[in-house]
């Protein structure tokens, strides 16, 4: 049993987790806290993790592309069409295999530029 890609739902305090394996068979289908979250993400191997672009997705992004994981970023236009109930509800989770074939998906953005850098540039 070895997850090769994990759908995350982000919300402010619970978030719903949904992975599979290299066969596309579901492995774990999770409801977590916030404060569970990178517990979770640090027991696991390092695998790809999609998410529905938002603000919050950048920072758990960044978080968790500093444990090993590569991140992808799908645009709320190419998800809409997949989301039948109201959020934070199991079945809301991205599937794991639009991911992959979206072209609208990006990686995480490594780091953020400074306010500090940005200040001095424009002085």
Sequence with gaps: MSI???GLD???SVFQVHAVDSAGQVVIRRKLQRDEL?????R???CTVAMEACGAAHHWGRALTGLGHTVRLIAPEAVRPFV????AMPSRVLPSKLAMTCPRSVPARRSSTSVGNVASRSA
């Design 4 to 6: 090769t890609m994990i």
């Design 10 to 12: 982000t919300a402010k």
């Design 38 to 42: 990178l517990t979770f993400f640090e």
């Design 44 to 46: 696991q191997g390092t």
């Design 84 to 87: 039948k109930t109201r959020p």
